[in-house]
């Protein structure tokens, strides 16, 4: 155990459309965790049970009011979580660390808007989508929307968007039957893709509404994926299928996602849920 990190520490269990989550104040107390102990908290059996694990630290800069940092069940650390950014919002406004509604969070890939609605749901400006193939990173490819890719020896049609983290998207018939337990692993560890990637799955139901499934990197699929709707939005709107505003229906409930064109910011709107809070010693 690190000498940084108490014997206890308070979290709070929180989900964003079933995306679950152990949120941790890193303001008030003083955690440093190893990649083994957030695998012992992420465990749904042995632990407290995640997708994805939050701290919540202090800001390095006056202008910013936290820093935001995501660790995924495997034990590793990524740039950004959407889901994961409603539920930071509301779990700084309900432990106290804020009396803003809206607030500015530094994380890996910048600075990120999170804004608590009269409604009680989130919107968070995510900030501009990358399309560039280098920055997303993605090798090999063209500056084409639409990308090929051989998975296990199929050619799949994808398209690659950075949210701050990075997504393949394909065009499904029905995201029900969708093959995402037998090409999710397989597309998150393309070699093409050097950090890994988010494979997600759209079903164009309507101009302004889609279905989508998600397999995350080091998490699996998720009941939701803040920043795959957002990726696959942004890749359905540069393909012509898609007019903005569109209902993203998730296994785990529904977000809403704005996007007005390449340079613009992608605005995420749905809810942030708390489920319990709780002690553990480690």
Sequence with gaps: MSGLLPMKFRFSKMHGLGNDFVVIDGVRQSIALTSEQIRFLADRHFGIGCDQLLLVEPARHPDIDFRYRVFNADGGEVEQCGNGARCFARFAREQGLTGKREIRVATQCGVIRPRIESDGSVTVDMGVP?????????????????????????????????????????????????????????????????????????????????????????????????????????????????????????????????????????????????????????
Excluded at 148 to 162: C, H, M
Excluded at 172 to 192: K, T
Excluded at 250 to 278: D, K
């Design 130 to 282: 990358v399309l560039e193939p280098a920055r997303i990173p993605f090798t090999g490819a063209s500056s084409e929307i639409v990308q090929p890719l051989d998975v296990g020896g199929q050619n799949v049609e994808i398209t690659a968007v950075s949210m701050g983290n990075p997504h393949a998207v394909q065009v499904v018939a029905d995201s029900d039957a969708a093959p995402v337990a037998a090409q999710g692993p397989l597309i998150e560890a393309h070699p093409r893709f050097p950090q890994r990637v988010n494979a997600g799955f759209m079903q164009v139901v309507g101009r302004q509404r889609i279905r989508l499934r998600v397999f995350e990197r080091g998490a699996g699929e998720t009941l939701a994926c803040g920043t795959g709707a957002c990726a696959a939005v942004v890749a359905g709107i540069l393909r012509g299928l898609l007019d903005s505003p569109v209902r993203v229906e998730t296994r785990g409930g529904e977000l809403t996602i704005a996007w007005s064109g390449v340079g613009m910011p992608v605005l995420m709107t749905g809810p942030a849920m708390t489920v319990f809070t709780g002690e553990i010693e480690l």
